[in-house]
């Protein structure tokens, strides 16, 4: 599961209804209709977030989908928001400040930035993160600073992520900018590349002209959690991964530890909500330092703004002790040493190749997307509220479980084609989870 931190697709062309500009990036314009957006705006809203009335909403954004906050914004209002809150974010303003600025003035958080996440554990808000960004928008700064400025700042901020987990409603979906279309479509000019990732997104998201994304979301997420009780009622004490690729892992699961996917409740108001737009995943948190072998990514990595591509990572005695990688090899090297827990797992996810995002038949460079794509697992933080009453825990006592605890948390696609993925019971007994990529 894609966390906050922070091809067979209809041509858009065709959509028969009013269309609206809206400003992207860099002043560029691009045609959607308003009536999609509009559905798409609720959605977010209504169905992900299901912001509940007198909440707080701390919307995260980029500065160039101001058109389409407004629309989020008032969706919040209308649904009984008692104040929606903006955090605006832009690529530019985040690498010049890496070209120019020191690390340790970067990695420095200021007392005004404190007070604000005190504020947030005391509001617990509904938070909507909105994501858009260039997958380049680092490239070419040091990962060494980056990591470090990251390291510092999530240092600080951790325990006030810990004290609003499980206690508060949240939502990331995403928005096309041209630079982040133009990566996914190089071969196309900029406006038809944005209409092509609107199509795909769109089309992940379950939202038409004609549908009603609300009645298909329902019985989307009614879908994966049959899946998921499946597995709950098998009580496997490990998994077993093997691929052609090189892929040969086994991994020991927590026996009081749930498989969880599509929503999640909020364990304060305990309203029902999304946390990522798309989702296809059923997640649970493995025992932290008690995995073998070696996984290979097959999709690249975008983390903090840089891509790791052809990598893979073999773990000893439940850590991370090797990566490799063709393109980012210090980067994912740091990655791994973020904090102590960095080297370990804190979730692995089953998603079946049929997913709608692989239909798409691209990558999208974001893990809210390609994470979707096929099974993944997580390097860092693993999820306390997979535990009974984990939300009510605190991460030492979620811990003592063996959830793995960390200032990251990174997936990485590990869902090859012709991936096998078998279940082992106490007795040793196998049952067959995933074959070909897909569910046995």
């Known amino acids: 599961m894609k966390e906050f931190q922070g091809s067979g697709i209809p041509d858009q062309r065709d959509f028969r209804c009013q269309k609206v500009k809206f400003n992207n990036q860099k002043g560029k314009k691009m045609s959607i209709s308003k009536e999609l957006l509009q559905k798409y705006a609720e959605l977010i809203v209504r169905t992900g977030a299901n912001v509940q009335k007198d909440q707080v909403v701390q919307l995260t954004v980029s500065v160039e989908q101001h058109a389409f906050a407004a629309m989020v914004m008032e ?27 020191d690390k340790d003035v970067l990695g420095k958080v200021l007392p005004w930035e404190e007070e604000k996440v005190k504020q947030m554990v005391e509001d617990l808000p509904c938070r909507i993160f909105i994501e858009s960004e260039d997958p380049d928008a680092l490239a070419g700064i040091d990962p060494e600073k980056i990591s470090a400025v990251a390291q510092s700042r999530s240092t ?19 928005y096309p900018s041209v630079k982040w279309a133009k990566k996914c479509f190089p071969e196309f000019g900029e406006e038809e590349a944005v209409d092509r990732l609107w199509e795909a997104v769109l089309k992940t998201v379950r939202v038409n002209e004609n549908n009603d994304p609300v009645a298909e979301w329902k019985a989307h997420t009614d879908f994966i959690e049959k899946k998921a009780a499946w597995l709950n009622a098998q009580g496997f004490s490990s998994l077993s991964y093997h691929s052609e690729n090189g892929t040969d892992f086994t991994v020991d699961l927590i026996p009081e530890a749930k498989w969880e996917g599509a929503g999640a409740t909020n364990a304060v108001n305990g309203a029902f909500y999304i946390p990522n737009m798309p989702t296809e995943e059923i997640f649970t948190s493995p025992i932290a330092g008690r995995c073998e072998g070696t996984l290979v990514a097959v999709k690249p990595l975008s983390w903090n703004s840089q891509l790791i591509e052809d990598f893979a990572i073999t773990f000893k005695n439940g850590r991370a002790v090797s990566c490799r990688a063709a393109k980012g090899q210090d980067l994912l090297e740091r990655m791994l040493k973020m904090d102590e827990g960095a080297a370990m797992l804190g979730e692995v996810a089953l998603v079946p190749k049929e997913s709608q995002v692989n239909q798409c038949g691209f990558l999208f460079y974001e893990t809210l997307f390609d994470e979707n794509a096929c099974c993944h697992c997580a390097v860092g933080m693993g999820f306390k509220e997979v535990l009974p009453d984990g939300d009510d825990m605190s991460m030492e006592e979620a811990k003592k479980y063996g959830i793995n605890d960390s200032i990251i948390h990174v997936d990485f696609m590990v869902g090859a084609d012709d991936l096998s993925i078998d ?8 049952e067959p989870i995933f074959r070909n990529g897909t569910w046995a």
């Open 75 to 101: 969706e919040c209002y209308k649904v009984g928001a008692r104040k929606v809150n903006v955090d605006w974010d832009c690529d530019d303003q985040r690498r010049l400040n890496f070209r120019y600025a």
């Open 156 to 174: 600080v901020f951790k325990p006030y992520r810990n004290a609003i987990e499980g206690k508060h409603q949240w939502v990331i979906a995403a």
């Open 423 to 430: 279940g082992i019971r106490p007795d040793g007994s196998r």
